[in-house]
């Protein structure tokens, strides 16, 4: 299992993007985001738990992966904002 400590550090990281989630300007992407957050909640949940099936490394690279986006589309956003 992981430290207390890292399971409340992941799940307060969640909880802050989801409730970050503008769901009457994001739409379908809103909702998509908040599901796959969920998912990774859930992952995180399980892996402390140790349930079988746990798939806390999906759940790690899907979150990765939304950071790479966000880490391309940032520059692109600071200079249409500027």
Known sequence: GFPQDHVNKSLR???LLQSSLDFEQ????AISLFELY???RQQVLQAF???AGAQI???ADAISGILDAWTEIGP????QAG
Request: a negative charge.
């Open 13 to 15: 990281a969640i909880y």
């Open 38 to 40: 969920e998912y990774c």
């Open 57 to 59: 490394s999906d759940a």
């Open 26 to 29: 994001g739409g379908d992407i």
């Open 76 to 79: 692109q956003v600071e200079r």
């Open 49 to 51: 738990r140790r349930e």
